[in-house]
């Protein structure tokens, strides 16, 4: 059974670019949240998808939106960094109702300059 | 609003001996459950254990332990024999909704 895997490990971007964090899902899991971990912060929940569709929403601006694939995978993109977007992102997957047992992969650390 | 609160930033116990992590929570939900989480420097959150509000046992896995006390919406993991790989952040969750809602999270080292 293959765990939660995101690309890339670590990421430098400038204010204002954009960028895109990747998430496969572990085997048999159809439902993905994103979190943003800031540094000394517990993780704030960004969104979740189930089925391809946005499924929940925290408090997090539009220019933060994801994607998921027909294979459950997923992807967040962010617009227009801003210092502020520096920290650690973390994908978890969960199974058909299930989605409180979440299961999390390694994160991207993104550093905006 | 749910909230979880976890009062102790940063925690120091010698090696071998017992620990235990603060946890409150506030929460309108009849039945609810509560996961404590560890991420060690590398990032990664490694589930620890579970405890569901309608458990009548406090929840146990290896040398975790779980002190709920519901009419104080407390619950507060305690670690038996501290080890040296036990220094991490430890964060206290609250599944709602789908999402997960965590605490500020402690930072517990283990001295040799």
């Known amino acids: 059974e293959t765990g939660v895997t995101q690309s890339p490990t670590h990421l430098i971007k400038t204010r204002g670019q954009q960028v895109t964090l990747r998430c496969s899902s572990q085997s048999g899991h159809n439902t993905v949240s994103w979190y943003q971990q800031a540094l000394g912060q517990g993780p704030q929940f960004i969104f979740q998808y189930y089925r391809e569709e946005e499924n929940g929403r925290g408090n997090f601006p539009p220019r933060f939106s994801g994607l998921q694939f027909p294979n459950y995978s997923s992807e967040l993109n962010v617009n227009a960094l801003e210092l502020d977007d520096s920290a650690l992102y973390l994908c978890?997957?969960?199974?058909?109702?299930?989605?409180?047992?979440?299961?999390f992969g390694p994160g991207t650390r993104l550093t905006v300059t | 609003a749910q909230k979880i609160t976890q009062t102790q930033p940063g925690m120091f116990v010698q090696e071998k001996e017992a620990v235990t992590l603060d946890c409150t929570y506030d929460t309108s939900d009849q039945s609810y459950g509560l996961f404590w989480y560890k991420q060690p420097s590398s990032g990664e959150m490694i589930f620890l254990i579970y405890?569901?509000?309608?458990?009548?046992q406090n929840a146990t896995e290896g040398r975790y332990s779980l002190n709920f006390q519901k009419a104080r919406k407390s619950a507060n993991l305690v670690i038996s024999a501290s080890q040296l790989g036990d220094s991490a952040m430890y964060f206290c969750v609250h599944p709602q909704g789908g999402k997960l809602i965590f605490g500020q999270g402690t930072e517990l080292s283990v001295k040799p």
């Open positions: 978890a997957s969960s199974s058909p109702g299930r989605d409180y047992e979440q299961y």
């Open positions: 405890q569901g509000s309608y458990d009548e």
